[in-house]
């Protein structure tokens, strides 16, 4: 049991790090809370395929890694509990 408590550690570091350098590389969107109220977004070829770009791939691996941290976070606590 020792080693799986290991091994999920190295992988949460891995995830963290990982994590961490995604979120530093992302840019920021310019239109926050004021561009829905303004109703700013535009129905154009950009806004349809932004799950294509590089921003959209960071953005979904992004989460991606935030549900895997959240999920190991949770098994961690309970391997150590145990």
Known sequence: MEI????ILGVYI???IALIILATIQNKEKSGA???ITGS???NFYEQNKGR???GKLKRW???LGIVFVILAVVLGILYLV
């Open 41 to 43: 977004s535009t129905n």
């Open 14 to 16: 891995v995830v963290c």
């Open 62 to 64: 992004t989460i991606i």
């Open 4 to 7: 799986v408590k290991y091994i």
């Open 34 to 36: 004021s561009g829905t």
């Open 53 to 55: 770009t590089k921003e």
